[in-house]
């Protein structure tokens, strides 16, 4: 069987904003507030000064796919966390999970710090995994999704404008703090991402992989960012259930597998919070292989062939989620 490449052609940040348009046509329904400041950018609020809610959320995840995915919000498995879980697809791993989602862009100003997602990141083509994954991208207009507590101000705007080369006027940032609403629906909808990012960095392919499914747990909405980095990360880690369709042989996907699944970081075990605080809150001393999804399947199209590796703790998102 032929695998049917991802289309180079697709526009990330012109499918993004058309899905943003949506929303913003439909602000005041779903409690966002849409600014422009004063170098001309375009500033969507979706969660700091105004309450933003499911459906925000839901569209601010499926903008930080590039409009290549879709995003649910499902029954979920009482034995895990009751109530509704974050549901992703898309048949488009790496434009929408990769060049899009992934949250590679750390954004930084007086008094501001962010981590930058969306399909700006494929403009601005300085991530070596935009390179990677061949999808450096030119636009006219971008947008990106900045998962931050604060709006962000001139000297933020003007800078991202300038690494995108385009206009501020041409600039639009989507905010929302992780301790909100819409924002942990949009983290918690990166189980796919995740996935995907761990094959890449163990070796794997990812142009093999032609589709992606993951559900994981939405938790309660914490008091602060920082409770909320922990549960929306312990979500995904602990309760995040991904299955990829993919090609190729079996003996690879034996052989990445298992390297997959947030289990094989030997720092996996405890809630994020606790681990975060052992590090001294620095990010770049946890082991990059934890932020993975909990259990993964990977389903070969051409072979029959189905592989399972990891398992859901529900002891640890008791343990955050309570917290």
């Known amino acids: 069987m032929k695998r049917i490449a991802e289309d180079d052609s697709m526009n990330l940040n012109e499918l993004a904003l058309a899905r943003c ?19 001309g950018a375009r500033i969507i609020d979706c969660g700091v000064h105004v309450p933003g809610g499911l459906e925000a959320g839901i569209g601010l995840a499926e903008v930080c796919m590039a409009g290549l995915g879709r995003v649910d919000l499902v029954p979920g498995n009482s034995d895990v966390w009751p109530g509704p879980a974050v549901a992703v697809r898309t048949d488009q791993p790496a434009a929408a999970c990769m060049a899009s ?35 450096k991208e030119s636009a006219d207009a971008v947008i990106g999704i900045l998962e931050a507590g604060k709006l962000p101000h001139e000297d933020v705007c003007h800078h991202v ?21 819409a924002g ?13 990012h761990k094959l890449h960095e163990v070796g794997f392919n990812i142009q093999r992989v032609r589709s992606g499914f993951g559900v994981a747990p939405l938790p309660p909405v914490a008091a602060d960012d920082l409770a909320g980095i922990g549960r929306t990360n312990d979500a995904v880690m602990y309760g995040g259930d991904v299955t990829l369709w993919v090609t ?13 699944p947030s289990s ?25 292989m934890l932020f993975s999804p909990a259990r993964v399947v990977l389903n070969n199209v051409e072979t029959g062939t189905s592989l399972q590796f990891g398992e859901i703790n529900s002891q640890v998102i008791h343990e955050s989620f309570t917290s």
């Open 248 to 260: 190729g042989d079996d003996d690879s996907l034996r052989e990445f597998g298992p390297q997959i």
């Open 21 to 39: 348009e949506q929303l913003i046509d439909r602000a005041t329904q779903l409690h966002i507030a849409v600014l422009r400041d004063e170098t």
């Open 161 to 181: 404008a300038q690494e995108c080369g385009v206009a501020a006027e041409n600039l639009t940032l989507m905010v929302a703090p992780t301790a909100s609403l």
């Open 101 to 135: 989602q992934y949250a590679g862009w750390q954004i930084a100003g007086e008094k501001f710090f962010a981590m930058g997602s969306g399909p700006m990141r494929a403009v601005r083509g300085r991530e070596p995994l935009i390179e990677e994954i061949g999808r």
């Open 184 to 196: 942990s629906i949009q983290v918690v909808a990166r189980s796919v991402e995740t996935a995907l």
């Open 264 to 288: 094989a970081s030997p720092d996996h075990g405890q809630p994020f919070a606790e681990i975060f605080a052992r590090y001294d809150r620095d990010f770049y001393k946890i082991d990059p």
